[in-house]
């Protein structure tokens, strides 16, 4: 299991210590972990795979694929929740400010700006075909 911890970290592009953070626990547990002195509770693997929504047999065998596929609905509930829980890379400040933009507009407003959305993904649906 110390392999695949490692290797969904870097997969994620996440130091130890951004890692732990996201967990609530030590950065040098993690380390532990990743080196193999120490093998995470059960708790701690069910953390992890809410967390960053890994496939448990994967992380406990190495079986199947890394990620669990999500239906949309809960992977938009998860970036909702992203937002809500105060991550502050410039995607996310970018989202909050439109979403509070958006709140504070008129009718008419909205309308053009529902317009103009539209219109933007109908060509990046193009772009996709």
């Not at 059960?42 to 890994?54: D, G, T």
């Not at 009718?107 to 772009?127: A, F, H, R, T, Y």
Request: proline residues 2%; hydrophobic residues 35%.
């Amino acid at each position: 299991m110390k392999d695949r911890i490692k290797l969904l970290r870097k997969e994620l592009e996440l130091t130890q210590e951004k890692f732990s953070e996201r967990l609530g626990i030590k950065r040098n547990t993690i380390a532990k972990y990743e080196t193999g002195i120490n093998e995470p509770t059960n708790a701690v693997i069910s953390l992890i795979c809410r967390e960053f929504n890994v496939n448990e047999q994967w992380l406990r065998t190495g079986e199947g694929e890394m990620f669990r596929v999500l239906p949309e609905e809960d992977e938009l509930s998860i970036y909702i929740e992203d937002l809500l829980m105060g991550t502050e890379d410039s995607v996310h400040k970018a989202i909050k400010a439109f979403l509070l933009a958006y709140g504070r507009m008129n009718d008419p407003s909205k309308k053009v700006m529902n317009e103009l959305i539209d219109n933007w993904l109908e060509e990046m649906q193009k772009g996709r075909d």
